[in-house]
């Protein structure tokens, strides 16, 4: 029982290029969302998901593309980097049936945009 | 929109007490209370659900005023493991659940010998 399992840890990206952000889960969790993280600013939600082909968006989707094929998975794509875009990720993932259950988050990617 | 957390930072001697305050505009389904140490990942603490219940874990507690749309998180007697950041998460619950869960800002928590 891995958990949430994200990679890769540490990306460097130059501005323009693409790169999915991979995130999986083997706890068969139907809920999962994406997080950035920056000084200052707390954990923001960037997309969401309440299951396989359900996806929606959170406080800050703009350049991030997210879909949900599986259970498993939930990809977060940058289709063209921008240095505002630097910042850590986290993935995390829970259970919908199980009120009192919270999120478990995956170890993060550090991403570097130049 | 991001629930807001108060305060900022506090720094604690050990054995000393401290509370945490979480408020939102929205009407809440849950709360949740996360703790991060520096580099690591957020990990859950406890969750609220909307009733006006009181939690416990270990010397750190919880309420939820659903009415007032607002938490605390209550650590008592305090320990140098206590230190890090510590966030309040809420749920709006469109579809009825946790499903769309908002951080605020964070609280840095300091654990002083």
């Known amino acids: 029982n891995a958990g949430v399992t994200q990679t890769p840890k540490f990306q460097v990206l130059k501005t323009g290029q693409s790169m999915t952000l991979q995130c999986a889960q083997d706890m068969n969790h139907e809920y999962m969302s994406w997080y950035r993280q920056d000084p200052g600013m707390g954990l923001r939600l960037i997309h969401y998901s309440v299951g396989a082909g359900i996806t929606d968006q959170g406080e800050v989707p703009n350049g991030y593309n997210v879909s949900r094929s599986t259970t498993e998975d939930f990809p977060l794509r940058l289709l063209s980097a921008a240095p505002s875009q630097t910042s850590v990720y986290f993935c995390?993932?829970?259970?919908?049936?199980?009120?009192?259950?919270?999120?478990?988050f995956g170890s993060g990617t550090r991403l570097t945009v130049v | 929109q991001q629930p807001v957390q108060s305060p900022q930072a506090v720094i604690l001697r050990e054995g000393e007490d401290a509370v945490i305050n979480c408020s939102s505009s929205k009407a809440l389904y849950s709360v949740h209370w996360y703790r991060q140490k520096h580099g690591e990942a957020p990990v859950f603490l406890m969750i609220?659900?909307?009733?006006?219940e009181q939690k416990g874990h270990e010397k750190i507690s919880a309420s939820f005023n659903e009415k007032k749309q607002q938490s605390s998180l209550y650590l008592t007697a305090s320990q140098l493991s206590y230190s890090g950041t510590y966030f309040c998460g809420t749920a709006e619950g469109p579809q009825g659940g946790s499903e769309k869960l908002v951080f605020g800002k964070g609280t840095k928590l300091t654990v002083n010998p």
């Open positions: 609220l659900l909307k009733g006006g």
């Open positions: 995390a993932s829970s259970y919908s049936e199980a009120p009192g259950y919270g999120y478990t």
